[in-house]
């Protein structure tokens, strides 16, 4: 694994405004999105090259809301013994189920993400992979219930109101039809790029760059697919991210949730199944911004109580991406083991 930052990791207030304009519309042309910036399409994008060459930024291609009844998800703390975190953290990192590991405060050092097709699939694997690997003394997981937020609608806000106004965001409505190999097989592409050319999905999935192109704004437009542009959180401003587990009374769920996915610091913002009942994860600037978000949100929401936190110390997996300790992408999971659902 990657353990340093190359010389060329360098991040300036212009690359900062690109991530945001590529957060609001990723697959943006470079005229549009030169545009916006005022820069030269040809300087925008090979500003864009350098940060996904070094590992800074990338596009990326995830599953839209309207699939997102087609898979379960459960967040699982994971207790290892005393000098296996390494081995454990390096298997799970392989799972093709686990979009997400990361490495925490307290006394289950690591917090995993699964996503499967049913609850039935996630005791499967409860049994069959942590149950069976060395090293894994405990764990305790809970289902994700109703998703109210999630990091791919976190933004920078790098652009000032003009610059942004000049970029039209991507919009559709969902409706229902049916997901086939193509369908998958440029998931699966978009995925590694989640600004791959028309030309070149056309090559590499067998179809026309006219077919390409109608199937995935057809994907992208019914919110089947949601594309997703994520940065190192190191170089993002936002440096620290803060785990929140808190119970709120069940008439006042539905109310602070969906508040919380307001806030500018929180990147994830979901229900679960169990007496903690609500899941915040927020960057924040500072480490004392944990303390004042609690106070804040506190006061504006009396009856939350939080009842455990953490700090991550190192995201190892972002969405199938192997993070190095700064959040640069080191290694992209293999797509042919990331599965669509519907397969």
């Known amino acids: 694994m990657v353990s340093a930052s190359p010389p060329d990791s360098v991040i300036d207030e212009v690359d900062l405004e690109l991530i945001n304009a590529l957060q609001v519309t990723p697959r943006g042309s470079w005229a549009v999105l030169g545009r916006a910036l005022d820069l030269d399409p040809a300087t ?63 006394p289950s050092p690591l917090l995993l993400v699964i996503a499967l097709r049913n609850p039935a699939a996630v005791s499967a694997f409860l049994r069959d992979v942590l149950d069976q690997l060395p090293g894994v003394t405990s764990y305790h997981a809970e289902i994700r219930t109703v998703g ?49 050319s028309f030309a070149e999905l056309a ?21 089947h697919l949601r594309m997703r542009c994520d940065m190192a959180q190191s170089v993002s401003g936002w440096p620290i991210t803060g785990v929140l587990w808190a119970h709120v009374p069940p008439g006042s769920l539905d109310m602070v949730a969906r508040a919380m996915g307001n806030r500018a610091e929180v990147r994830l913002s979901c229900t679960l199944s169990g007496p903690a009942n609500l899941l915040l994860m927020v960057w924040l600037r500072t480490l004392e911004g944990l303390t004042e978000f609690e106070r804040v949100v506190g006061e504006l929401h009396p009856g939350l109580t939080v009842v455990d936190r953490s700090v991550c110390l190192h995201t190892m997996k972002q969405m199938w991406r192997q993070l190095d300790s700064t959040g640069r992408v080191v290694r992209v999971l293999d797509p042919n083991r990331v599965s669509f659902p519907g397969t």
């Open 44 to 106: 925008a994008a090979r500003r864009w090259q350098r940060l996904t060459q070094t590992g800074l930024a990338w596009v990326t291609c995830t599953i839209g809301p309207a699939r997102h009844h087609e898979f379960c998800m459960a967040y699982i703390k994971v207790s290892v013994a005393p000098g296996w975190l390494d081995s454990v953290a390096a298997t799970l990192i392989e799972e093709a189920s686990a979009p997400y590991l990361h490495h925490v405060t307290g």
């Open 148 to 196: 109210y937020t999630e990091p791919s609608r976190w933004r920078l806000d790098s652009l000032d109101p003009v610059r942004r106004g000049r970029l039209s965001p991507p919009a559709g409505e969902s409706r229902g039809f049916s997901v086939d190999e193509t369908d998958r097989a440029l998931y699966r592409l978009l995925h590694i790029d989640g600004r791959m």
């Open 203 to 223: 090559g590499r999935t067998g179809i026309s760059q006219a077919t390409a192109r109608r199937r995935v704004n057809r994907l992208l437009d019914t919110r």
